[in-house]
């Protein structure tokens, strides 16, 4: 218990409700078997080589099935909101919050397995590949500017590297991860002059997340004997924080 507690006040500490869950060494599925679980999480990190502050939410169902037990391939299905913070797309010096307002769909897939077990330790990897729809965001600047931004769907990969340690039932696990993403949106300025003529303006920006790093701290551990977990896990990113929350059960 003493090991379980740090992790949980470290995901209580990145806010509730709470980078991608990377998860344990360990597959959640059998070989042959599946699961289905529903997830939370938040993440706050700055994206380079562009410099923005992102944040970003997500709510999401996950399944997975069992090619062995050490190997599994997982997908996600849900809805998330972001925010990106003091963008600059009007004026030099001046910056804008631009919030993607609801929960606009997303999809997810990927791999996670066991490579190498001694005892109690453990050591395994987690890769995820996900598209965000594209969305349109207003942002007025001035009484007589506002702009249109139209973002392409956004592409993210993130990926993990796992060492986990039972711990009795459960098992505490931890170590490094990489974020990278790529959006586009395409500026429309609207300005209306002394005589109320419109003046319209295009341009393009780019936010994306050359190789964003971090760690992570985690733990798993079943709920009651029906085949039902509780994960939490908590990571450090570059200039932020995240952390995830889910329940899944497993056959």
């Known amino acids: 218990m003493r090991h379980v507690i740090p992790a949980v006040l470290l995901v209580l500490a990145t806010a509730v409700p709470v980078s991608a869950q990377i998860g344990p060494p360990q597959p959640r599925s059998v070989r042959h078997g599946y699961s289905l679980g529903v997830g939370i999480h938040n993440s706050h990190s700055r ?12 709510i999401f ?23 990106v913070n003091d963008i600059e797309s009007y004026e030099a010096g001046r910056v804008h919050d631009v919030h993607i307002d609801g929960y606009p769909a997303f999809l997810s897939g990927g791999l996670r397995g066991k490579a190498w077990q001694r005892g109690r330790w453990s050591l ?9 729809s594209g969305v349109k965001e207003t942002v007025r600047w001035d009484y007589d500017v506002y702009q249109e931004l139209f973002f392409d769907p ?19 696990y931890g170590g490094p991860l990489l974020h990278f993403a790529y959006t586009r949106a395409d500026v429309r300025t609207h300005e209306f002059g002394p005589d109320w003529d419109i003046e319209d303006s295009i341009d393009d920006k780019t936010i994306r997340d050359k190789a964003g790093w971090g760690g ?6 079943p709920l009651g004997e029906n085949g039902w977990h509780l994960q939490i896990e908590g990571a450090a990113l570059r200039e932020g924080f995240g952390g995830a929350l889910g329940v899944f059960r497993s056959w």
Not at 124 to 132: I, R
């Open 61 to 83: 169902a996950e399944g997975s099935f069992g090619f062995s037990d050490c190997l599994e391939a997982f997908g996600r299905v849900g809805g998330s909101d972001w925010v």
């Open 124 to 132: 395994g990897a987690s890769l995820e590949a996900a598209c965000y």
């Open 47 to 58: 994206w380079m080589p562009y410099d923005y502050q992102v944040d970003r939410n997500r």
């Open 154 to 172: 956004t592409m993210e990969i993130n990926a993990g590297l796992s060492l986990g340690c039972d711990l009795g039932r459960s098992i505490l």
């Open 216 to 221: 992570f701290l985690g733990w798993r551990a």
